[in-house]
């Protein structure tokens, strides 16, 4: 049998972009959507609503609500009111995810491939011998931003300030052997060995990172 035959090879790679992204946007516009009704609803509305109207600020008279003056809990006078709870936690909210749109996820590889080359000793004394040798790539991933702040105040992540984590390369061994003992009646055994790693790559792998860039957990 020829040499060549008994070599054996296998590879595969994925690429890909791993991204949040659409989702984030449909939800910022059902919550602006969702609050447009109430600035219509409470443009004049008596004081405590209409099916309830009483004097919830304790001033002797029963005003008339406006997208400024209308408390966003009706029953408590002294919460923000509905202009303020939109300006201040609706809108800031909706600046962050749109802001935040398209961003990598979390420890996300783009590239990855592996490569295991293997070949049988089929003749001569080494016969029933095999072995593999593999290897195995991991791009850097994504594990967090940096911050920046946008003009209405509101601080969000700086896609443009991705940290990088650890490229991996890694390489393994395996040996393996076949054949019969007379012994035990020509009963076939088989003895491997792999090894993981052969490289001795023990570097620490960062898995999260502070807005500053400051790793602060590894494996």
């Not at 991204?19 to 946007?25: A, G, K």
Request: with cysteine; net charge positive.
């Amino acid at each position: 049998m020829a040499a060549s035959r008994n070599w054996s090879f296998k590879a595969d790679a994925a690429k890909q972009d791993l991204t949040e992204s659409n989702f984030q946007h449909r939800h910022a516009v059902v919550r602006l959507d969702g609050a447009a009704p109430y600035r219509v609803e409470v443009t004049h509305v008596p004081e405590g609503g209409k099916s309830d109207s009483c004097d919830v600020n304790g001033d002797g008279v029963i005003g008339t609500w406006t997208w400024s003056t209308a408390p966003w809990d009706g029953n408590n006078a002294a919460t923000k009111s509905f202009e303020r709870y939109f300006n201040e936690d609706v809108a800031s909210s909706v600046a962050f995810v749109k802001a935040v749109d398209g961003r990598g996820r979390s420890l996300g590889r783009n590239l990855r491939w592996n490569f295991i080359a293997g070949h049988n000793v089929t003749e001569g004394k080494l016969r029933g011998l095999s072995g593999n040798l593999a290897a195995r790539f991991r791009s850097a991933p994504n594990p967090g931003y940096g911050l920046r702040t946008l003009p209405d105040g509101t601080v969000t992540f700086d896609l443009a300030r991705a940290f990088e984590g650890k490229t991996e390369f890694y390489a393994d061994l395996g040996l393996a052997y076949r054949g019969k003992t007379k012994f035990l009646g020509n009963a076939s055994y088989r003895v491997q060995l792999n090894v993981r790693n052969l490289l001795d790559e023990h570097d620490l792998v960062p898995y999260r990172v502070l807005s500053t860039g400051q790793y602060v957990t590894w494996a």
